[in-house]
């Protein structure tokens, strides 16, 4: 087993959390559990994107009529590496050198959201005979997820890793994967449940011959219910190892229950002051999570609420499946003249938006135009990377001038409304990971998806073995 990102990095500059990418190669077959992508800046991926772009493709053309056609390698048929081409995206994807010696490549899919999904476009460029498997719903959402990176890339006029051909070249090599074990060249793979958000697998990975350890890779995993998905079902029979994330390790974490209260309360309050309440959220999952808990909370009976930006679209995936409130789409903002009607408001409303960071959505027009309200609220409900305008407006003092916008568009505002953060995770705490460790009883848990800190402190709370996971370090099962 191989950790290829989304694990320490040695050399310290790629962060643990991000990339998530672990590899288990048996003779010339590699099966992957997760290839997902780094949160870089927008000119970093863009200076990037367009030496990478500009490479040979690496795969054969035949001409016809004038026009140049790709033909798909056979197997074992890509035959060198640009390393330029490598040190560029490693530093946006997970290392995928090891994979250039490989017959078969096979991807377990965890989930939608970007760190776990963001690469496939990319790693099905570099090979063509690689094979996807994940839910439908995650399918939906990360065919979404790729296509809306697209449209944005349009708008601003930039260059991605991908192209549309890559995308639907994804697409078309993903197999549909239920609850039932499956082969992967010389793997077994057992799907399991993990909570965290619709469509989400864990999985055991064994040897399909029933020689050698089984390995529990957990992917994101919830242990607490949540309004659009239950919490996480153990896997029967013995495991020998695990592969754990451990996002919250080292936080301490108020119980679910409460944090749902203290939302609603101060939600009220600010309603109550006839203010309106905005709630910047991820797209995927917590934007639905947000509204169904609002809902069951009796606050879409007593006052508008409404939901903008990419979320109707995720929220459509979920109406498909039947996980989320039939007539969600009753309080989507459908058009421009809706939402300036809905920012110039003298009355008490609530908002639900991405992005969660306020890094762009139009959770930063609503932000730029509410910020200077003080009987308005701003409820943040993920984590908020260090780096980004949402973890800055928690930790400024009101009045501060906030600036939010990207490269190319700043925005500053006077934030004079209350910020509070309820903290709707659907990561397991530090509790909850040493607690599946006692019931599965592992032989070794490597600890993968984390900050290193973090990782130290759960290292030493209990005497089970547990390991922190690095990049490109071999661990033989």
Request: overall charge positive; aromatic content about 8%.
């Amino acid at each position: 087993m191989v950790a290829l990102g989304g694990a320490i990095d040695p050399e310290g500059k790629l962060p643990s959390i991000g990339g998530s990418a672990v590899a288990f190669i048996e003779g010339r077959s590699a099966l992957l559990v997760d290839y997902g992508s780094y949160p870089v800046s927008s000119a970093k991926r863009q200076e990037h994107a367009r030496h990478i772009m500009s490479l040979p493709r690496m795969d054969k053309h035949v001409e016809i009529g004038g026009e140049k056609f790709p033909i798909m390698p056979r197997l074992g048929e890509i035959s060198y590496v640009d390393e330029e081409y490598l040190k560029l995206t490693n530093e946006c994807f997970a290392d995928p050198s090891i994979l250039y010696d490989m017959n078969r490549i096979d991807v377990f899919v965890t989930h939608a959201h970007a760190d776990h999904v963001g690469g496939l476009p990319h790693l099905r460029r570099l090979f063509p005979h690689m094979r996807a498997y994940m839910t439908e719903p995650t399918l939906d959402m990360s065919r979404w997820s790729w296509y809306d990176a697209q449209r944005i890339a349009a708008r601003k006029r930039i260059e991605l890793f991908y192209s549309g051909w890559d995308v639907e070249n994804v697409i078309g090599s993903t197999g549909i994967i239920h609850v039932q074990p499956f082969a992967c060249g010389p793997f077994l793979v057992e799907p399991g449940h993990p909570g965290h958000i619709l469509g989400a697998r864990s999985c055991v990975v064994s040897m399909k011959d029933g020689h050698g350890p089984r390995v529990f890779c957990t992917g994101d995993i919830s242990f607490d219910d949540q309004r659009t998905v239950r919490g996480a079902v153990l896997p029967q029979g013995p495991v020998d190892y695990i592969v754990s994330e451990s996002t919250y390790a080292g936080k301490t974490r108020k119980v679910r229950g409460d944090v749902e209260r203290n939302l609603i309360v101060g939600m009220g309050t600010a309603l109550g002051r006839d203010g309106k309440v905005l709630f910047p959220a991820l797209t995927i999952g917590r934007s639905i999570e947000i509204f169904e808990l609002l809902l069951k909370a009796g606050v879409t009976n007593k006052f508008p609420v409404f939901i903008d930006g990419a979320a109707r679209e995720i929220a459509a995936i979920y109406q498909k499946f039947s996980a989320c409130y039939p007539s969600i789409g009753q309080h989507f903002v459908t058009t421009r003249a809706m939402r300036e009607e809905i920012l110039r408001s003298n009355k008490p409303l609530v908002m639900i938006a991405p992005s969660g960071m306020l890094v762009g959505g139009f959770s930063v027009q609503y932000f730029a135009q509410w910020a200077p309200g003080e009987r308005n609220l701003v409820g943040l409900t993920s984590f908020q990377d260090s780096c980004l305008p949402g973890y800055s407006i928690m930790n400024v003092p009101r009045g501060t001038a906030v600036r939010l916008g990207d490269e190319k568009r700043k925005i500053k505002v006077p934030l004079l409304a209350n910020v509070a953060h309820f903290a709707l995770s659907a990561h397991a705490s530090g509790e909850q990971i040493l607690r599946m460790i006692d019931v599965v009883a592992p032989k070794t848990t490597f600890l993968v998806h984390g900050e290193e800190s973090g990782m130290n402190k759960l290292v030493s709370k209990t005497s089970a073995h547990l390991e922190k996971t690095y990049i490109g370090k071999h661990y033989n099962l």
